[in-house]
């Protein structure tokens, strides 16, 4: 028996509707305002940092006089100039804002210069002469495991004993690669301006996920309370994750160059910088063993993950931990043993990437679907469809959470037929026996991803909508707009609430004097909780509103309701904007506050035991791919998507956000390839060198369609689903499709080959499997 949503029947005018991104005309006119567009204060510093050449040991001495006198400069920032502590770390407090005394990465700061410039301020960095007593670097995951390093303690997942059902199976297999990391490359760097004010108050201007970390960040540097310090974020251009926790560092530098200046201090990093500086998706080492039987139908499942973390925690705990988490993708495992090390590294702490470690444990769990169809000679398909989670037991997930609302076999058997992936298939086999060169693979692979912050604290939000007298309102929320259409939606929301157009609701830019304490633009729950905030301010008011009605028309509350900008009382209508000057008149408030947290999510991570997800995004996509035997090149062919958003608060930026994750998924599983040196040194650190997918990389035949969904059975916002990181994780399809075309060389083999699957890398697995 499938498990059905319920049939939420919600008339609804604005909210469901495809709404254009509130800055769309901006952008495309390039006249939305970033942080580099804001009219910089008369007297703003600019700063650029400085870095040894070296990648890790003691700084034995730092020669900054060449610096101090290059023309423009007017401080030079050290971590001796911190008046509170130096710390940037997102929790545990291990990351220097400014080096002190050692170095653990190539490109950690240790200085900051603060010139008239940016130029000025570039050129008088390369200036310093700083000398490192060098030690050897640990660069690779091994190199971590060998000296026993580790930014966290190792965590488990256990159910059974699979090893020992693993040995007993009728089949089993063990496997060993590599899951390759990503770089952001959001179009807008690291940005921040800080601007000191009265009694060491501090406004900064932060191209940020997280503003209060912001806020909290820089006071702990100055040493001053919170409250005297605002962070503000109007937009940022493309954040990813990187942003979250990785723009404090930059914040605090600019607030530390206008603290000690008394001037406006902006902090801009050029893209080299940038790519060296800042972390990235972990890559990880995977091994595993699984046991089977005849039909493919798994018995047990043993999986290691050996994640490089790089030189600190950062966020590794909560990336993967959700690794972990998403290591089932949409599979029932019977035994389970799912382990995860979290290795120290001598290079950058890597850090939030879209889905949070949750891509990384569908690859795996990809890979093994793929593995197990290769050995008994089966249509990988059908070896993911018998593996499903169902009933009668089948729908208790590794980490002890019931999957209550299942759609995985209705989804994935319509996107079966509507993407004709059977005959597909036949035709696929055809082509492959008769074209010596060129070879073809298919896949039709699903996801399942949790949807909550694994931390329960950070699952709440804020809002604060004003009402003006004519009619207009001003919405303000913790949340973050990175281009994914947030604003937008949480707009609608209000505009839906209140009963008038979307263009008399205007979103103010996130500021923590606003809204304080709020968490960070992540984890996909960015709608979902500012949206809820918001909708309950506005009901707050809304409230309001028809008591006044009720008692200057003298009708029952239930009389009064808000449509088509008018509000309608009794028998008759006025327009919204005369409420609201009766309102101002007859002293009714027509502000209020919003809060919402997350219900029904309690995870206990030392007992591992509770329900860490407030409920499942579900989605499948069918890749077609064409590889070239003679020189690894590959094309996507077609790609059909069929996702699941509930009910779309706006499909046209739901849609959006699928084609653009998915594309950013097929990137990191495909062109972008992150080079160290055995210094630890970062090789790929420009355009020139890393390839993210361009406008011909993406497949001409793009077929995208939203689930039809009666609505999310959790009581969300207007019953929708989030889809900011899920569509990310759809792409594994695209490297299951490499694998079968690689696979069609020699059947029964598995071939061997890591991610991202660059042309070297498929070809490299060609000619393994030409060669053996």
């Not at 609804?12 to 006119?29: F, L, N, Y």
């Not at 007993?168 to 800080?194: C, N, P, W």
């Not at 990880?284 to 999986?303: E, I, P």
């Not at 995004?617 to 509930?646: K, P, Q």
Request: net charge negative; with cysteine; hydrophobic share 35%.
């Amino acid at each position: 028996m499938l498990h059905k949503s319920p049939d939420i029947q919600l008339v609804t005018r604005t909210v469901g509707k495809s709404s254009k991104h509130d800055s769309a005309e901006r952008h495309i006119k390039g006249n939305a305002l970033y942080i580099d567009d804001i009219r910089e204060p008369k007297g703003t510093l600019h700063l650029a940092p400085g870095y040894a050449q070296a990648t890790s040991g003691k700084i034995k001495s730092i020669d900054l006089t060449a610096v101090k006198s290059a023309p423009g400069v007017v401080a030079v920032l050290t971590a001796e100039d911190i008046p509170g502590i130096n710390d940037c770390s997102p929790a545990m407090g291990d990351d220097m804002i400014l080096a002190d005394g050692y170095i653990l990465f190539h490109g950690q700061v240790i200085f900051a210069v603060a010139a008239e410039s940016h130029l000025e301020a570039r050129k008088a960095a390369r200036l310093a002469k700083i000398e490192i007593e060098e030690t050897k670097p640990m660069v690779t995951v091994e190199d971590g495991i060998e000296q026993d390093a580790s930014v966290l303690p190792p965590y488990e997942f256990l159910r059974g004993t699979p090893k020992d059902t693993i040995d007993k199976a009728t089949h089993s297999l063990s496997d060993s690669f590599r899951i390759g990391g990503q770089e952001h490359f959001y179009l807008e760097g690291q940005v921040s301006m800080a601007i000191p004010g009265d009694e060491g108050e501090m406004l900064v201007h932060s191209s940020t996920q997280h503003p209060t970390e912001i806020q909290h960040t820089v006071a702990k540097m100055l040493g001053v309370s919170d409250a005297s310090v605002v962070c503000e974020c109007r937009r940022m251009g493309g954040a990813f994750g990187g942003k979250e926790s990785q723009a404090a560092q930059w914040s605090a530098l600019a607030a530390l160059a206008a603290h000690v200046t008394r001037r406006p201090a902006k902090m801009r990093l050029d893209r080299d910088d940038d790519m060296i500086m800042t972390g990235k998706r972990h890559d990880q080492r995977c091994d595993w063993q699984a046991g089977f039987d005849d039909q493919g139908k798994l018995l047990a499942v043993d999986v290691e993950f050996q994640s490089r973390c790089g030189c600190s925690a950062d966020l590794s705990l909560g990336v993967n931990d959700r690794t972990m988490f998403h290591a089932d993708n949409s599979y029932f495992y019977p035994e389970a043993r799912i382990f995860s090390r979290r290795v120290k590294t001598n290079t950058v702490s890597n850090t939030a990437f879209r889905g949070f470690g949750g891509p990384q444990g569908m690859v795996f769990s990809e890979r093994m679907m793929d593995s197990i169809a290769i050995k008994l000679g089966m249509d990988p398909l059908d070896v993911r469809k018998v593996n499903f989670y169902g009933e009668d037991g089948r729908d208790i997930t590794p980490f002890g959470m019931k999957v209550e609302d299942n759609i995985l076999d209705e989804l994935v058997g319509e996107l079966e037929e509507t993407s004709d992936y059977r005959k597909r298939r036949e035709a696929l086999t055809v082509f492959n026996r008769t074209s010596p060169f060129l070879k073809k693979g298919l896949a039709l692979n699903p996801i399942k991803f949790g949807i909550s912050f694994t931390l329960k604290h950070l699952n709440q939000a804020g809002a604060l909508v004003h009402v003006y007298t004519d009619g207009s309102v001003q919405v303000n929320h913790g949340g973050t707009e990175m281009g994914q259409g947030l604003y937008t939606k949480v707009a609608q929301v209000v505009a839906e609430e209140f009963g008038i157009d979307l263009d008399h609701v205007k979103i103010t830019a996130t500021k923590t004097d606003k809204v304080p304490n709020t968490a960070p633009t992540a984890a996909s729950s960015g709608s979902d909780m500012n949206g809820m905030a918001a909708k309950y301010a506005a009901g707050t008011i809304k409230d309001r509103l028809i008591e006044l009605a009720a008692t200057l028309y003298q009708v029952d509350k239930k009389a009064v309701s808000f449509a088509n900008n008018k509000v309608h009382i009794g028998d008759q209508a006025i327009p919204f904007s005369e409420l609201t000057q009766q309102a101002f008149l007859n002293r009714v408030s027509l502000s209020s506050t919003g809060y919402y947290a997350t219900p029904n999510i309690t995870w206990d991570r030392e007992t591992k035991d509770g329900r860490p997800f407030l409920y499942f995004a579900y989605g499948a996509c069918c890749a077609e791919v064409t590889i070239d035997t003679l020189t690894g090149e590959m094309t996507v062919d077609r790609i059909d998507i069929l996702h699941d958003v509930g009910k779309s608060l706006n499909p046209a930026i739901d849609i959006g956000q699928i084609e653009g994750g998915f594309v950013q998924g097929m990137g990191w599983l495909t062109t972008e390839e992150l080079v160290y040196d055995d210094q630890g040194r970062l090789r790929t650190h420009a355009p020139s060198t890393y390839k993210i997918p361009t406008a011909s990389d993406i497949p001409e035949d793009f077929r995208v369609n939203l689930w039809n969904s009666t609505g999310n059975r959790e009581e969300t916002i207007y019953r929708s689903k989030a889809v900011g990181e899920p569509p990310v994780m759809l792409a594994t399809a695209v490297t299951s499709a490499i694998t079968n075309a690689i696979a069609s060389l020699k059947p029964g083999t598995m071939p061997q080959i890591d991610t991202p699957a660059t042309p070297e890398n498929i070809l490299r697995s060609v000619k393994q499997m030409q060669a053996g």
